[in-house]
């Protein structure tokens, strides 16, 4: 048998049967993917599209987008209209108790944060001591009394004496002088009386207002001076010291309202107003005032002091003491007209993005149509 040679060009012979069984797994996966096509109704791409060509991703986004317009607007709206510090605090003219008269504590009627009321006895000091003095201030007005009965009848006889020429004249202005001297010591008499009097009254300590006690520093059997502190009362009505920055007292008046949240109770939620700006900031009257005329000159934002008062209509039912950390809020300008502004540039905002995610759905329509 003869072998024919097929010039191949340097390449291998391919053999019919392998040439055909190639080029039916070629015709096997063109049907395959021309049924996979039709089945489906698109073509295989469409699968692999890009996020933002697919409706619903569009949506999205445009809702968080709109989302985000209205948190902007709101927090442009509260730095517009509002002006917040945390560097404030509750204070209050607190009363310092203290005795009028020197003495040893018989009796404490009151206890560490306990709530009096003005007139209520809060210490007692033995009164025995001022008994005594009372009663011997009492014996020497007596005594000087009867005196002066006893000089103003002898005036009365030198007087009519004189009148008949049967004393001299020194006599009758000896009697005169007696007199008026008995007057003189029963009045003196009668201050001590009352000066005693005060002072066993001053025996019993009493509460000078409505307010809560702090700092109680004495005890039964303690020695007290005239003078040295007992305790301390803190009235109940209080207000804020808030020390805001110079730069936010722009639009700060008297008057305007206040929110205040107190740190210790996050759910009470108090009213206000603002009742006074300091004049001059809260280092001007420090212990060491800054002197900015000597050294290096550092320029700081300065803080100025703002008293702020709580509504009366309110009932607290809570301990606020000086000290406690507050965060107020002023309302420092016309909320209405920043409002309708702030809504008008947010609407317009929200409509552009609405507008624009409509357009890029139809776009992607038409391109998948």
């Known amino acids: 048998m003869m072998k024919t040679e097929v010039p191949t060009n340097g390449e291998l012979p391919i053999s019919k049967t392998a040439g055909h069984r190639r080029g039916a797994v070629i015709q096997d996966y063109d049907e395959k993917s021309w049924e996979h096509r039709h089945e489906d109704g698109s073509s295989g791409k469409q699968g692999k599209r890009s996020l933002f060509r697919r409706p619903g991703v569009i949506v999205a986004i445009a809702v968080l987008a709109i989302a985000g317009i209205g948190y902007g607007a709101f927090a442009m709206f509260h730095s517009f209209t509002h002006e917040s510090t945390d560097d404030a605090f509750i204070d209050v003219h607190f009363v310092s108790?203290?005795?009028?008269?020197?003495?040893r504590v018989a009796v404490m009627h009151v206890d560490d944060n306990q709530l009096v009321k003005k007139g209520d006895v809060l210490v007692?000091?033995?009164?025995?001591?001022f008994q005594v003095a009372l009663a011997q201030a009492k014996a020497t007005l007596a005594k000087d009394k009867a005196t002066q009965v006893q000089a103003n009848v002898n005036e009365k006889r030198a007087q009519d004496l004189f009148t008949k020429k049967v004393i001299s004249t020194q006599e009758r202005d000896t009697n005169v002088a007696?007199?008026?001297?008995?007057?003189?010591?029963?009045?003196?008499?009668?201050?001590?009386?009352?000066?005693?009097?005060?002072?066993?009254?001053?025996?019993?300590?009493?509460?000078p207002v409505d307010g809560y006690v702090t700092k109680e520093a004495v005890a039964t059997g303690d020695y007290v001076q005239v003078g040295q502190a007992l305790m301390s009362?803190?009235?109940?009505?209080?207000?804020?010291?808030?020390?805001?920055?110079?730069?936010?007292?722009?639009?700060?008046?008297?008057?305007?309202?206040?929110?205040?949240?107190?740190?210790?109770?996050?759910?009470l939620k108090l009213r206000g107003r603002v009742d006074s700006i300091q004049a001059g900031s809260g280092a001007a009257f420090s212990m060491l005032p800054p002197e900015n005329a000597t050294g290096n000159y550092v320029k700081?934002?300065?803080?100025?002091p703002v008293k702020i008062v709580l509504d009366e209509e309110q009932q607290v039912q809570r301990v606020l003491g000086p000290g406690m950390s507050v965060v107020p809020t002023v309302t420092v300008s016309d909320v209405a007209g920043a409002l309708v502004t702030i809504v008008g540039i947010a609407i317009a905002l929200a409509l552009g993005v609405i507008v624009g995610a409509a357009l890029w759905i139809g776009r992607v329509r038409r391109v998948q149509g």
Do not use: H
Not at 300 to 304: K, L, P, W
């Open 97 to 103: 108790v203290a005795p009028k008269i020197a003495g």
């Open 124 to 129: 007692e000091i033995d009164p025995r001591d």
């Open 178 to 207: 007696t007199s008026d001297s008995s007057k003189a010591a029963v009045a003196a008499d009668e201050a001590a009386v009352e000066q005693a009097e005060l002072n066993l009254g001053y025996s019993k300590v009493i509460a």
């Open 233 to 267: 009362l803190v009235p109940p009505r209080v207000w804020v010291i808030a020390n805001f920055k110079e730069t936010q007292l722009r639009n700060m008046q008297p008057g305007q309202p206040v929110d205040i949240s107190v740190d210790a109770y996050p759910s």
């Open 300 to 304: 700081v934002v300065q803080r100025v």
